[in-house]
């Protein structure tokens, strides 16, 4: 994922040929709001914007629940044709551990200027 000429690009898949935009919204109640938007596949020479008939629009949110310590997040998948895909809910907790030797600019495997 990286921020690139003011929007969120996250390259999916193993090889990253889908680049997907995000938007990034913070709730009133303080959970991340993260939606998909325009979908791009590359390969090579070959580049397209991907058609939304044939993928689907995430909606992720993720919270905090200062109470029991944990995340929480919640995501379902449509596609404007077929309607509901797939979809999960749920919590999680991590360990934040200190990085030292790490490069200073980190950027996915498949990096490159795709407009």
């Not at 889908?18 to 303080?30: F, H, I, K, N, Q």
């Not at 310590?69 to 907790?93: A, D, I, P, R």
Request: glycine residues 10%.
């Amino acid at each position: 994922m990286i921020f690139d000429g003011g929007r969120v690009v996250d390259y999916l898949g193993t090889h990253q040929h889908l680049a997907v935009d995000l938007r990034l919204r913070a709730e009133d109640d303080g959970s991340l709001l993260l939606t998909t938007h325009d979908q791009r596949f590359y390969e090579g020479l070959v580049g397209f914007r991907f058609p939304m008939r044939f993928s689907g629009t995430a909606v992720l949110r993720e919270s905090w629940d200062q109470a029991a310590e944990v995340y929480g997040v919640h995501l379902e998948v449509s596609n404007s044709t077929f309607g509901f895909l797939f979809g999960y809910e749920g919590w999680f907790t991590c360990d934040f551990v200190p990085v030292t030797d790490a490069p200073l600019e980190l950027k996915p495997f498949r990096h490159e200027r795709r407009v």
